[in-house]
């Protein structure tokens, strides 16, 4: 089912490698303290996903200005993902949602997503972006089924700028 602005976002807890480790990330612990900004994307070093996190990188103020933690979503494992970050430069948090409990758990996964299909992947993450507000509910969902579209960012800053 997926999730919209008014519903309660699930909590969860997925592991992220950064400089100092291998580390495990919780929504519940922004909870209270800034917003989350939820990116889901299907598969690290395609060319759109790359583009995505070099974009939100390269203007991560916007967002910490916004008081809103950025975090990138896929399924891809955590030394995949830090591979793609270091040869990109992406500077925003990959997590890993290997299993992808998360990705179905905020009703984003495809249920066929023909690239994935085709290497035998399932639950691929639709490209998306949930906007989750200190409380923890959601106020703001896309879920996009053409993989090639990217999120609404000026309709997601607006939505932060409001919660400010």
Not at 98 to 125: E, I, Q, R
Request: net charge neutral; charged share 25%; with cysteine.
């Amino acid at each position: 089912m997926e999730l919209k602005a008014g519903d309660k976002a699930p909590n969860f807890e997925l592991s992220s490698k950064q400089a100092d480790g291998l580390k495990k990330l919780k929504l519940s612990d922004n909870l209270g303290k800034q917003h989350t900004l939820l990116l889901f994307v299907p598969m690290a070093f395609t060319g759109v996903c790359t583009q995505e996190f070099c974009e939100i990188s390269a203007g991560l103020g916007q967002y910490t200005a916004l008081n809103a933690a950025v975090w990138g979503i896929s399924g891809d494992n955590p030394f995949a993902q830090e591979a793609w970050a270091q040869k990109e430069k992406i500077t925003l948090p990959l997590l890993s949602d290997y299993d992808h409990k998360v990705t179905k758990s905020y009703g984003c996964a495809y249920d066929s997503f023909l690239p994935a299909k085709n290497l035998g992947m399932a639950d691929v993450p639709k490209r998306s972006a949930f906007v989750v507000d200190k409380q923890g509910v959601i106020r703001y969902a896309e879920i996009n089924d053409d993989p090639g579209k990217l999120p609404n960012f000026d309709a997601i800053k607006a939505c932060l700028a409001q919660l400010k």
